[in-house]
Nanobody, 119 residues
């Protein structure tokens, strides 16, 4: 099994910054080949922000690279999402995703962390 635990969400003023963290653990964590961040605002579909391979190659959804940076620390099985110049429309639940392969593709999800951008 795999557990993904996010942290770092909270309330921030417009223009502020936050850094989210997600740590993978569990007996099957070694099957994960890439991890990423998604977000879901109320009434909207979950959308990809960015993902990063175990080798550290990042991939961003359109327009996300301007203010978001994904990184990872393989020693800690942790990925990060640095967010800058946050806007009210960035308010959402942010989810960590782990892409694994064990006989077939498997997606693991964290419980989500709330990010609220408001003055």
């Amino acid at each position: 099994q795999v557990q993904l635990v996010e942290s770092g969400g909270g309330l921030v003023q417009p223009g502020g910054s936050l850094r989210l963290s997600c740590t993978a653990s569990g007996s099957s964590a070694f099957t994960i080949y890439a991890m990423g961040w998604y977000r879901q605002a109320p009434g909207q579909q979950r959308e990809l922000i960015a993902r990063i391979t175990n080798g550290g190659v990042p991939e961003y959804a359109d327009s996300m690279a301007d203010r978001f940076t994904i990184s990872r620390d393989n020693d800690k099985n942790t990925i990060y999402l640095q967010m800058h110049n946050l806007k009210p429309e960035d308010t959402a639940v942010y989810y960590c995703n782990g892409m694994a392969f064990a006989g077939g593709p498997i997606d693991y999800w964290g419980q989500g962390t709330q990010v609220t951008v408001s003055s």
